[in-house]
Nanobody, 124 residues
């Protein structure tokens, strides 16, 4: 099992920046996929970024590409989501998630370990 704890959400104005952090613990001795999801009220959950702890090119969804960057610090077992040029439509609960099935980190349906979520609110 993997336990995940997010932090870093908050309220910002349009054009502002936030950095979310997700610390993993538990069965983290092997490499695994980590991702960031978001869910706005009344909308489906959306996978926005993913990264493999063993290396490789991180993935960002088209909706956030060029504005959001996912990165990691393996020594701290922490994954980050740097969010720049925030827009009101980025307002959502953001969740960190993990799966250990394989290296298909873009397979968002595979994620089965979840953090508690952190709220991001962007005002115009």
């Amino acid at each position: 099992h993997v336990q995940l704890v997010e932090s870093g959400g908050g309220s910002v104005q349009t054009g502002g920046s936030l950095r979310l952090s997700c610390v993993a613990s538990g069965d983290t001795h092997n490499n695994y996929c980590m991702a960031w999801f978001r869910q706005a009220p009344g909308k489906d959950r959306e996978g926005v970024a993913a990264i493999y702890t063993g290396g490789g090119t991180p993935y960002s969804a088209d909706s956030v590409k060029g504005r959001f960057t996912v990165s990691q610090d393996n020594a701290k077992k922490t994954v980050y989501l740097q969010m720049n040029s925030l827009k009101p439509e980025d307002t959502a609960m953001y969740y960190c998630a993990a799966h250990v099935v394989n290296r298909s980190c873009r397979d968002f349906f595979r994620y089965n370990y979840w953090g508690q979520g952190t709220q991001v609110t962007v005002s115009s």
